[in-house]
Structure formats: C-alpha cells, structure tokens
T-cell receptor, first 111, second 115 residues
Framework: KAGVTQTPRYLIKTRGQQVTLSCSPI?????VSWYQQTPGQGLQFLFE???????NKGNFPGRFSGRQFSNSRSEMNVSTLELGDSALYLC??????????FGPGTRLTVL | AQSVTQPDIHITVSEGASLELRCNYS??????LFWYVQSPGQGLQLLLK??????LVQGIKGFEAEFKRSQSSFNLRKPSVHWSDAAEYFC?????????????FGKGTKLSVIP
C-alpha cells in the first residue's frame, strides 16, 4: 500500500502571501490530521478531518484552515503568511483509532 | 488536557550500548501511548503503541516500551543500539473516547550514536 503523500515537499513564500498544502492519505483511511513542527514549539496539532468533517482543531489562528474531500484527500491553507509560519507541516492518516501514519511533510519557508 | 514530558533533550550512546528514553505523561485516565522516530528531513515513523493489556510492548527495529501506570511513564528501551538508530524520538499520547484522533507529543529526544 502506498504511504501518505504530501505535496509540495518544499515551498518558499513571502510574508502576506497565502499557501495551500495537499495531503493524500493511505487508501481506506478516513481520518486526516495536520501538525505543525517547529524547533521551538515542537509538534503541535492543527486540525483533524474525518469523512469531510472537521472533528477537532488546535490552538491556531483563523489564518489556518483546512478541508477534506470525498476521496479523503485533504488540503490545508494558510493565509497572510507570517515569518513564524515557517515550519514543517506534517499530515497523518488513520484507519483505526489513534494509530496515525505520517507523510514526509512539507517544508514551508516564509521570507 | 493531556501533556507529555520527555526530560532528555539529547542523549549520546556508544554503538552496542543499551538505551532508555524517558517519557512521562499527564492524563486523568489511561491514555493511548506511542513512540515515533523521525530521521532528519523525514516524517514520523511509528515504533510501537500501547492501548491496553500487557504493559510491555514490542515494536519495530528491536525497540520495546513499558507502561507504568503508577509512574505515569512509558519509557522506550533497546538492548543494543545501532548507528542507524541515530534520530529524534517522540513520545505521544492520545485520549481514548475524546472523539478525535489528536495526538499530543513530547518535545522529543535527539539520539546520537558514537561508532
């Protein structure tokens, strides 16, 4: 089975721009979660989608949003980028409770 | 809300030596517990998990972990470390019945291996 894929792998943006990251879960997985990883804050939960519905959201500003499509693929969007948004964004999919499989991440650099 | 503490930011061991990485959690009941490993520039790979039952769990790559309820700990061990084990290790907890698969991670322990 193919693993979780994330595109693009690397992204460079400037402050004020917006960005969309994509995640394709493992086939059959209906849950997709997003995490932000930075050296200072570590791994922080952004949100989780299950069958196209957002089930939970972490403590991030409204500039961070996401969605899930009927094929379980998910996108996250960050609007009005700030320098502090530079991070590795990880997507994880899950078939059964809590056992999450992570993608390689998208490295976002904001200049 | 649950939290996870990994007291050791960085550990260095010699190849062939034993390893123990510490993890303490805070949660009102028994959580689901996980250890993940991350190599530089990569995503996280699941090493092992504990949901219930036997408190000593075996994982991939020769790792094991023991759940100790009285100490709120879930320490990761390996009897003999290989150079390829050098990576960052994350302990994580999930809250059963919370209606979400959200995991809360510790800050990680970076493992260096001396050949």
């Amino acid at each position: 089975k193919a693993g979780v894929t994330q595109t693009p792998r690397y992204l460079i943006k400037t402050r004020g721009q917006q960005v969309t990251l994509s995640c394709s879960p493992i086939s059959g997985h209906r849950s997709v979660s997003w995490y932000q990883q930075t050296p200072g804050q570590g791994l922080q939960f952004l949100f989780e989608y299950f069958s196209e519905t957002q089930r939970n959201k972490g403590n991030f500003p409204g500039r961070f949003s996401g969605r899930q499509f009927s094929n379980s693929r998910s996108e996250m969007n960050v609007s009005t980028l700030e320098l502090g948004d530079s991070a590795l964004y990880l997507c994880a999919s899950s078939f059964r409770e809590y056992e999450q499989f992570f993608g390689p991440g998208t490295r976002l650099t904001v200049l | 809300a649950q939290s996870v503490t990994q007291p050791d930011i960085h550990i260095t061991v010699s190849e062939g030596a034993s390893l123990e990485l510490r993890c303490n959690y805070s949660y009102g009941a028994t959580p689901y517990l996980f250890w993940y490993v991350q190599s530089p520039g990569q995503g996280l790979q699941l090493l092992l998990k504990y949901f219930s039952g036997d408190t000593l769990v075996q994982g991939i790559k020769g790792f094991e972990a023991e759940f100790k309820r009285s100490q709120s700990s879930f320490n990761l061990r390996k009897p003999s470390v290989h150079w390829s084990d050098a990576a960052e290790y994350f302990c994580a907890v999930g809250a059963p019945g919370a209606g979400s698969y959200q995991l809360t991670f510790g800050k990680g322990t970076k493992l260096s291996v001396i050949p």
